[in-house]
């Protein structure tokens, strides 16, 4: 099957507290950010930019031959489907090629995340406190598969979730320490390409086993307070996939301006295969 008609996008996730949510409706106080979904990593650059209100210039694409980036094991590689996975080691080949200092690490921090955010429970407990006051006259308004997910928040108790938000900070400062060797830690987006509205809408059981797989890895930067970009990596023709490259909190320009030369490197790499056919 072709996928010559798919337009491929590029999305950045700011560190949280990057740009203002004035005006949001939240979902989780802790996690929400807003950052801009485009075709091209200069488009996201741009837009973040302006959301953010960033005094100083819009990033430049760095040299690929000055990074040292980090590919952790734990998690985020746990059962990809073939497709992602031949399509991501194909990338960190192109990288290493380029001259950018490519590491598999375990990074065993992220064994933790479960430990940590236990079945999303930091999002849904602030999410239930936010939209309580509408769920008495108005639950009917909610998707249902959202509504569960608000309503499993009313279970944990203020002193659970204190617990949790102690256990995040821990978190944080541990993944802050295993990365700051790196200039940024690249993963798959996803760990399995796009299912179809069939197979994901079969059952309540089946739409959240799908939800969380295609949520886990991106999840986890909101869970280290970090932030992340999404550039495509698969070959011309097939089904998309990204590469994540993705850094603490803070470092945004860094990553968007190491995503400026990855998205150049890919897309060359992109053009010249598609030529030789």
């Known amino acids: 099957e072709s996928f010559q008609a798919v337009k491929d996008l590029v999305g950045f996730k700011p560190t949280a507290r990057r740009v203002p949510r004035d005006g949001v409706m939240p979902l989780s106080v802790s996690f929400d950010s807003?950052?801009?979904?485009a075709t091209t990593v200069a488009d996201c650059a741009l837009l973040d930019h302006v959301l953010a209100a960033d005094s100083s210039s819009t990033?430049?694409?760095?040299?690929?031959?000055?990074?040292?980036?980090?590919?952790?094991?734990?998690?985020?590689?746990?059962?990809?489907?073939?497709a992602v996975a031949i399509a991501f080691r194909a990338a960190l080949s192109r990288l290493s090629v380029a001259g950018a200092e490519i590491i598999d690490t375990p990074m065993t921090e992220f064994a933790d995340v479960a430990f940590v955010n236990s079945g999303g429970a930091i999002a849904n407990t602030e999410a239930f406190s936010f939209?309580?006051?509408?769920?008495?006259?108005?639950?009917?308004?909610?998707?249902?598969?959202?509504?569960?997910?608000?309503?499993?928040?009313?279970?944990?108790?203020?002193?659970?979730y204190d617990e949790l938000i102690d256990r995040r900070r821990a978190f944080i400062?541990?993944?802050?320490?295993a990365a700051?060797?790196?200039?940024?830690?690249?993963?798959?987006?996803?760990?399995?390409?796009?299912?179809?509205?069939?197979?994901?809408?079969?059952?309540?059981e089946n739409?959240?086993?799908?939800?969380?797989?295609?949520?886990?890895?991106?999840?986890?930067?909101?869970?280290?307070?970090?932030?992340?970009?999404?550039?495509?990596?698969?070959?011309?023709?097939?089904?998309?996939?990204?590469?994540m490259i993705a850094g603490t909190?803070?470092?945004?320009?860094?990553?968007?301006?190491?995503?400026?030369?990855?998205?150049?490197?890919?897309?060359?790499?992109?053009?010249?295969?598609a030529k030789r056919r």
């Open 59 to 82: 990033p430049v694409a760095t040299r690929l031959d000055s990074l040292r980036l980090a590919v952790p094991i734990t998690l985020f590689q746990d059962d990809l489907s073939p």
């Open 173 to 177: 400062l541990s993944i802050d320490a």
């Open 34 to 37: 807003v950052g801009p979904i």
């Open 249 to 273: 909190q803070s470092t945004d320009r860094r990553i968007l301006s190491i995503g400026l030369a990855v998205e150049t490197l890919l897309a060359d790499t992109n053009a010249l295969s």
């Open 131 to 160: 939209h309580r006051q509408w769920l008495t006259n108005s639950a009917d308004k909610y998707d249902p598969r959202v509504l569960a997910r608000i309503r499993s928040g009313e279970s944990i108790s203020g002193a659970k």
């Open 207 to 243: 739409y959240f086993r799908v939800n969380r797989r295609m949520l886990r890895n991106t999840s986890v930067v909101n869970l280290f307070d970090g932030c992340a970009l999404t550039v495509p990596c698969h070959e011309p023709g097939s089904a998309p996939v990204g590469l």
């Open 180 to 204: 700051s060797h790196y200039d940024a830690m690249l993963m798959p987006t996803t760990p399995d390409t796009a299912p179809t509205i069939a197979e994901t809408i079969q059952d309540d």
